[in-house]
């Protein structure tokens, strides 16, 4: 989609947020990007019985903001965390993981659960998470207090990672975007979109993005991040992309943007990383050289998103954009 096909203005479709985390881009500053000088949000050893919390998804609620969190206990093995924040940069975080439980009432906890996604349809908040289903797979769940957290049944088969669901339903149907895998730390990785009617029964399964091209930091795997944010140009898609390089693999974060009613339709897609790991935070951690998308908060009102994303497996860290910026930078340094 060329820039002159780009709506003159583009308009978040949906709440507006007055109370969203925001810094103003730094004067003089050259990319559509920018971090918040407070990173990281959250550091090392957050609460008595976790090292790390990152990979996290904060949402609106209430007259402030909950989420799902991704915490490394000091046993060294990731679950889920509920936490809360009045402002979206300071959190609490509690301290022991989400219990989950089943229809029924009784205990569902995975034995293991990382990198959740958080998207209010309706009445409820349904959480997406990577589990032990067995090995790599994506787990769903729903909860509407934060408190009560209640598991349904997973998706897709294993192996898969990075499930991200859209905020509402097109052409009649729930809509999954995720990354095919293997039982290891996959070295390959497209995404792909899945249908389902009642969020039991999935299929219609569409290739939506390769990875690769001449775009090297995305050239060996990419995933969606955030939920996918409604715009009226179209769906617009944080993802990551990660380049494998003689010193490790490096992640760094993209976006598209994909046709409103037929979402596995690429319209635009950075050729160029939008933020790479540069700041100390980034570089150095627990596994180095990470920026990892996961939640995005957005204000209709003014077009501002703001961005959280992990960072170096060991911090939460937050960064901003204006849409229509975004998009217009994203016309002009397009590879579909």
């Not at 990281?40 to 919390?53: C, D, E, F, K, S």
């Not at 669901?165 to 999954?176: A, C, Q, S, T």
């Not at 596995?264 to 700041?279: G, H």
Request: hydrophobic residues 35%; aromatic residues 12%.
């Amino acid at each position: 989609m060329p820039s002159s096909r780009l709506p003159s203005t583009t308009t978040i479709i949906g709440r507006n947020l007055p109370n969203l985390p925001w810094e103003d881009k730094p004067s003089g500053y050259p990319q559509v990007v920018w971090r918040n000088r407070a990173n990281p949000l959250i550091g090392w050893n957050p609460t008595p019985h976790t090292a790390r919390v990152y990979n996290s998804a904060p949402v609106p609620f209430g007259e402030g903001f909950a989420g799902v969190f991704r915490a490394d206990g000091r046993n060294g093995r990731a679950a889920l965390h509920a936490g809360t924040s009045r402002d979206g940069l300071s959190f609490e975080i509690n301290d022991r993981p989400i219990r989950w439980i089943d229809g029924d009432g009784k205990t569902a906890t995975p034995s293991y659960a990382y990198d959740p996604r958080v998207v209010k349809i309706g009445s409820w908040y349904y959480i997406t998470w990577c589990d032990d289903f067995p090995g790599a797979s994506i787990g769903l769940g729903r909860t509407k207090d934060f408190k009560t957290f209640i598991r349904m049944e997973n998706p897709l088969m294993p192996f898969n990672r990075n499930g991200v669901l859209f905020p509402r339903k097109i052409n009649g149907e729930y809509v999954l975007l995720s990354r095919p895998s293997d039982s290891a730390h996959t070295p390959f990785g497209d995404v792909i979109l899945s249908h389902s009617k009642d969020l039991t029964y999935w299929g219609k399964h569409r290739l939506v993005m390769r990875a690769g091209g001449s775009s090297w930091w995305q050239g060996m795997k990419i995933g969606a991040g955030p939920i996918p944010i409604e715009t009226t140009a179209g769906w617009l898609v944080f993802y990551h992309g990660v380049s494998n390089t003689c010193n490790g693999y490096v992640y760094s974060i993209g976006a598209s943007l994909h046709a409103i009613d037929e979402p596995a339709k690429v319209l635009l897609r950075t050729r160029d990383y939008l933020l790479t790991p540069e700041e100390d935070y980034e570089t150095r951690g627990f596994v180095p050289n990470v920026c990892f998308p996961v939640s995005a908060l957005t204000d209709a009102r003014t077009g501002r998103i703001s961005l959280y994303y992990g960072a170096a497996d060991t911090y939460t860290a937050l960064c901003h954009c204006q849409v229509d910026e975004l998009l217009n930078h994203m016309a002009a340094n397009s590879e579909v």
